[in-house]
């Protein structure tokens, strides 16, 4: 994966231009904006990233592999996944910045599938 396409992701999700179906719903490209994946809920950035059943195992499963690897526990508010940590001197921050660039842009194109966090 380049670091370009992560750059790009986080800069469409910092300015609001992920294309999500209540976006084309909105500009009458398509009928529905339903998530595709559960069916129950409006499809945005948000629910993708934050709301949709199968993320909150994802992310737990992500915040076991940070505390394995760096031996903090941590659990961030949905503010701090979304948006990325805020506190640049903070221990491991550009680490847990890039961890987290790269969680949110695999679960975005992996869909339904499970990512593994290979455990040390």
Same mark, same amino acid.
């Given at each position: 994966?380049?670091?370009?396409?992560? =750059?790009?992701? +986080?800069?469409? /999700?910092?300015?609001?231009? =992920?294309?999500?179906?209540?976006?084309?719903?909105? !500009?009458?490209? /398509?009928?529905?904006?339903?998530?595709?994946? $559960?069916? #129950? +809920? &409006?499809? @945005?950035? &948000?629910?993708?990233?934050?709301?949709?059943? *199968?993320? !909150?195992?994802?992310?737990?499963? #992500?915040?076991?592999?940070? #505390?394995?690897?760096?031996? +903090?526990?941590?659990?961030?508010?949905?503010?701090?996944?979304?948006?990325?940590?805020?506190?640049?001197?903070?221990? *491991?921050?550009?680490?847990?910045?890039?961890?987290?660039?790269?969680?949110?842009?695999?679960? $975005?194109?992996?869909?339904? &599938?499970?990512?593994?966090? +290979?455990? @040390?």
């Amino acid at each position: 994966m380049k670091i370009t396409k992560l =750059i790009m992701f +986080e800069f469409k /999700i910092n300015h609001n231009i =992920i294309y999500t179906k209540d976006k084309l719903k909105r !500009a009458n490209i /398509i009928a529905d904006d339903l998530c595709y994946l $559960c069916k #129950s +809920e &409006q499809h @945005t950035i &948000q629910h993708t990233l934050l709301k949709w059943s *199968h993320v !909150a195992l994802f992310w737990n499963e #992500s915040f076991d592999w940070w #505390s394995q690897v760096t031996s +903090e526990n941590i659990q961030l508010p949905d503010s701090t996944i979304f948006d990325g940590p805020t506190n640049p001197l903070k221990r *491991h921050h550009f680490t847990l910045s890039l961890a987290l660039l790269v969680a949110k842009y695999l679960k $975005c194109n992996l869909n339904e &599938q499970s990512l593994l966090f +290979e455990k @040390t």
